[in-house]
């Protein structure tokens, strides 16, 4: 089966860190870039969500927008959804966050290995403790829509509660030996601590 496309969600609002987290540089490419750039070695094509389709036009990317905006991520689970519904080739979508540190093409071949072989489940995610999973990177399968939408209309935005809600529908697989200490960033004091690390 053919790999699902690449979504890479940005443009949030990024009020612990001050500032569009996407836009922080990592050498001469922004974080956004970079991501974007490790993904396509993966999987052609990818998109970028953001709120607006023109947040990253000076960086030559064309976003694709929110279909509920000011919902958080899920709402960009949503729009990647949406889109791969009406174009992809296949139900499935690889979907990353642009606060990532890392990037690890394997992480993202056990993810789709085990979304392609087992058709009962409809996410496939990390497992970052007994009572939390890690939703990026993840595959979601487009069934997700209408429940998405549907506990968004609740007022319930958090990935947590899809997951709790698709019960034995989410599948867990084990953090990767190789998975960052900073695996995102909320703030520009993580951030700095992470760079630190990376040029030592």
């Known amino acids: 089966m053919d790999r699902p496309q690449g979504y890479l969600l940005s443009g ?25 750039l490790q993904l396509i070695d993966w999987t052609t094509p990818v998109h970028v969500v953001a709120d ?17 905006p000011g919902q958080g991520p899920l709402s960009g689970i949503h729009a990647a959804l949406v889109h791969a ?5 296949t139900p499935w ?3 990353l ?3 990532m540190t890392e990037l690890r093409l394997q992480w993202l071949d056990k993810l789709w290995q085990t979304a392609a072989k087992e058709a009962k489940f409809r996410a496939v995610v990390y497992e970052e403790s007994a009572d939390r999973r890690h939703p990026f990177p993840g595959c979601y399968h487009v069934s997700l829509i209408e429940t998405i939408e549907s506990q968004l209309q609740t007022g319930r935005r958090s990935c947590q509660k899809l997951f709790q809600s698709l ?3 989410v599948r867990t ?4 030996a190789d998975w960052p200490e900073i695996p995102q960033f909320n703030t520009p004091e993580e951030f700095a601590a992470w760079r ?3 040029d030592t």
Not at 85 to 89: M, P, S, V
Request: aromatic residues 4%; charged residues 35%; contains cysteine.
């Open 12 to 36: 949030g609002q990024s009020r612990r860190f001050g500032r569009d987290k996407a836009r922080e540089r990592i050498g001469s490419r922004t974080l956004l870039e970079s991501l974007q």
């Open 52 to 68: 607006r389709t023109d947040r990253y036009a000076d960086l030559g990317i064309t976003s694709l927008s929110d279909h509920i």
């Open 85 to 89: 519904r009406e174009t992809g080739r």
């Open 93 to 95: 979508v690889i979907v």
């Open 97 to 99: 966050s642009c606060d």
């Open 167 to 169: 019960g034995s529908e």
């Open 173 to 176: 697989l084990p953090m990767p």
């Open 196 to 198: 630190q690390r990376n």
